[in-house]
């Protein structure tokens, strides 16, 4: 990391927090990013939901939650210099009948590439939910679904599909618990591996 690229990500997000060009979602635009130019690990979510759009800290819910207990890290650790987090849709899109409504096709093709080329330390990405994974993965690979994406896990190499940890998929856990029992134990030690301290981490983790 030098200082040009700290610097330069620093203006950046400047830009990408003062955004508006969705001032028309229903609760107002507030994107909420965390990145510093060290970062090791990047975490791509959906979109921030309601309690993240009022605290403007990112996985600041019940998902976050579940989400730090599937990695096996502390909030200082998923908050600090080493995870940096960019979901596909920087604003919390509002609810609708059935949850939240998808994040703004608009938004990731304004920020995310501009975001991630200065993330030259990043190792590993995680791909949270289907709209993430659809921004990423090959059209093809996509349209299998999100179960088929999360069994290949590291198959994928620098990028990893994850369900999303919502308690809305409470029943997709439970109908595939070959996640918890497969999938999460060698996520963890793919993490620990990438933070390098053992202390950060626990492969028991539930």
């Known amino acids: 990391m030098t200082d040009p690229e700290s610097c330069a990500l620093k203006a950046l997000l400047a830009q990408v927090r003062a955004c508006r060009a969705c001032d028309d979602l229903p609760c107002g635009p507030r994107p909420v990013v965390q990145a510093q130019a060290g970062a090791r690990l990047l975490i791509v979510g959906q979109a921030p939901g309601r309690r993240v759009h009022e605290t403007g800290i990112p996985w600041n819910d019940p998902s976050g939650d579940r989400l730090r207990a599937w990695l096996g890290v502390d909030r200082a650790t998923f908050y600090g210099p080493d995870f940096a987090i960019i979901p596909v849709g920087l604003c ?46 090959p059209p093809a690979d996509a ?44 996520l963890r030690r793919r993490v620990r591996a990438l933070l390098g301290d053992p202390l950060r981490l626990d492969d028991g983790a539930a």
């Open 92 to 137: 919390y899109p509002g609810s609708g009948p059935r949850g939240d409504r998808p994040p703004r096709p608009r938004c990731a093709p304004l920020w995310f590439a501009r975001l991630r080329v200065l993330l030259p330390q990043t190792r590993l990405t995680l791909l949270v939910g289907r709209y993430a994974q659809a921004y990423h993965l």
């Open 143 to 186: 349209r299998l679904g999100v179960a088929a994406a999360v069994r290949r896990g590291a198959d994928y190499g620098a990028l990893w599909p994850l369900p999303h940890p919502s308690g809305r998929n409470n029943q997709w856990l439970k109908r595939n618990p070959w996640f918890e029992a497969e999938i999460l134990p060698a």
